[in-house]
């Protein structure tokens, strides 16, 4: 009677974890860069309907407001006020900023706190222009030569 093995041998499985490896390296970055480019585009809306609130809120009262919570708009539930009154942390990674003529989204991940701990950590930033020179413009900017910024920007198709 002969007895048969069943079973693979070492070398079987060490391939197969090679081969997995391989893909998964390939795989994660682009992962990466697809969820980061999905929430930027996520928050393209709110930068649009931030500025079409500011340019309401100039012309009822001839002044920018400054102050995000006295416009009128719906921000998701993903996105905190923060101190300044200016400025909202979106998730972990996202700050838009309300300046005068300007919506600003900038993508600091793990620095969203503040802006000042964002300023040096930021790899792109997305200029909604709202003003006389840039009407409803969006301009994606990388900064840091980031290389992931430049993926984003490149992707959203926003010069």
Known sequence: MKLHKQGFTLIELLVVVLIIGILAAIAVPQYKIAVIKSRTAAYLPLMKSIAAAETTYYMANGAPSLDVSKLDIDVPSSCSLLAENRFFACGTDFILDNSSYEVVLSYCPGYNTTTAACDGHRDFKVH????????????????????????????????
Do not use: D, P, W
């Open 128 to 159: 909604f222009y709202n003003n006389g020179y840039h009407n409803n413009e969006q301009k994606c900017i990388v900064t840091n030569s980031s290389t992931l910024g430049k993926k984003i920007c490149k992707s959203l198709n926003l010069n």
